[in-house]
């Protein structure tokens, strides 16, 4: 397997870290300072269903710019000087709707999609290596939980320009770890197949040769559902605390709790490759589901912890799955469109289907209605992964691991 020189480890750590924590300290409290300003919980809802639908377009756009020009480290610099442009203008443009109708989708449009594009550009430089990506990609996790937890703290005791003053560090350690570090080896070599195989142009027959694969479609459907599940609990956390006598630092804390979770995971994304996919399948969904039953019941937000942590044990198991199965279904010419796509259908798409009412809901029918809805949603996903597990174990055991197969 292909390992990376040292200073590129560490380089991939600090542009990993850079973004996840100016996620954290930006994104992450975003919600929380317009509602602040006095915003109301149908006003967010729509601004982030704008986020994400800006974010499941970038997601097609930056794709095909990596895969039509070959570059995930221009691309990466441009992401985060427009991130730290738009930042500034959110933040003193509290007080104007119509600006921020237009500035917070530009916001997902550049950096839901930029996170894709630093992943992508990790594996490529590793050649596949989940050993070296884990290690890395576990950081950032850790990291975020440590800046989620802290500036939540401290935002509670002096203010939200912290928000500010801490995202413009990571925002220039990003610019510059991206700055000092290579293009994928394999950028040059490709760039005769894509002509080849799309053309010379990015499109709708790009968009084919990502779906080609029937493994591919199958994670998608997986995602889709779950997502869709999942998707107002995670972005209307801060209402959902709050509905419990939670506050912003207790938002701080979850963050906290949500990237801890991750980490080990994500670190171990070499071994957990050895399980049956249908396994994993079956714990994506389910444990989303335990997760929607405890901030159902839930009645301090102590039980809002808790499905957090079974739902981020999914994440963790989830990242490497998605990684894994767009590397090994799609094409090496479209697999940055093929892991923008991935991430896009999962935490953008059913976003903005969920967010268009998911606001409107909790304001008219309280929090309990939005989660039986979802609850409901994500039985179908439960349902499918299990029908499809047990069949398979039926025919195989062999499938649900090589340690079983070998004790048998």
């Keep these: 397997m292909k390992t990376i020189k040292r200073r590129h480890w560490i380089g991939f750590a600090v542009i990993e870290i850079s973004y996840w924590c100016f996620h954290a300290s930006f994104i992450g409290f975003l ?53 730290g442009v738009l930042m500034y203008l959110i933040y003193f443009s509290y007080d104007s709707i119509p600006m921020l109708a237009v500035l917070y989708p530009l916001l ?34 850790l990291f975020y939980a440590i800046t989620s937890v802290v500036l939540g703290r401290m935002i509670s005791e002096f203010g939200y320009s912290l928000m500010l ?15 000092l570090l290579p293009e994928g080896r394999g950028a040059v070599s490709d760039k005769e197949n894509a002509k080849t195989e799309a053309g010379g142009k990015f499109g709708l027959r790009s968009l084919n040769q990502v779906f080609a694969s029937g493994e591919y479609r199958y994670l998608i459907v997986i995602l889709f559902l779950v997502g869709l599940a999942i998707a107002p609990v995670n972005n209307l956390k801060m209402p959902l605390l709050k509905n419990v006598g939670g506050n912003v630092s207790d938002l701080g804390i979850d963050a906290f ?34 997760n929607l039953i405890l901030v159902f019941y839930a009645a301090s937000p102590g039980a809002i912890f808790a499905g957090s942590f079974l739902y981020n044990m999914g994440v963790g198991i989830l990242l490497p799955t998605m990684r894994s199965v767009t590397e090994k279904s799609v094409s090496p010419v ?38 039986m809805i979802c609850i409901l949603i994500v039985l179908i996903p439960v349902l499918l992964t299990c029908k499809g597990a047990v069949t398979r174990l039926l025919s195989d055991p062999c499938r649900w691991g090589r340690k079983r197969c070998r004790r048998m």
């Excluded at 300003?37 to 499941?56: E, Y």
């Excluded at 992943?119 to 950081?139: A, H, M, P, Q, T």
């Excluded at 923008?340 to 029918?365: C, K, Q, R």
């Design 165 to 179: 003053s801490v995202g413009t560090v990571f925002l220039i350690m990003g610019i510059t770890a991206a700055a």
């Design 108 to 141: 997902g449009f550049v950096c839901l999609p930029h996170a894709t594009n630093i992943d992508s550009w990790l594996l490529l430089i590793c050649e596949n290596n989940f050993s070296v990506y884990g290690k890395i990609r576990c950081l950032p996790s």
């Design 334 to 371: 479209f697999r940055n469109l093929g892991h923008n796509m991935a991430d896009a259908i999962y935490s953008s798409f059913t976003g903005i289907i969920s967010l268009l009412y998911s606001g409107l809901v909790m304001d008219l029918y309280g929090v309990k209605s939005l989660l």
């Design 31 to 83: 919600m929380s300072y317009l509602l602040s300003k006095g915003i109301t919980n149908t006003m967010v809802s729509i601004f982030m269903a704008s986020f994400l639908l800006a974010s499941f377009v970038g997601s097609f756009a930056w794709g095909m710019v990596c895969d039509r020009f070959h570059t995930n480290r221009k691309v990466s610099i441009a992401c985060f000087l427009l991130a």
């Design 257 to 290: 709790i949500c990237a801890v979770v991750q980490v080990p995971f994500i670190a171990l994304a070499d071994r957990i490759e050895r399980y049956s996919l249908r396994l994993r399948y079956m714990l994506l969904a389910g444990l989303p589901f335990l």
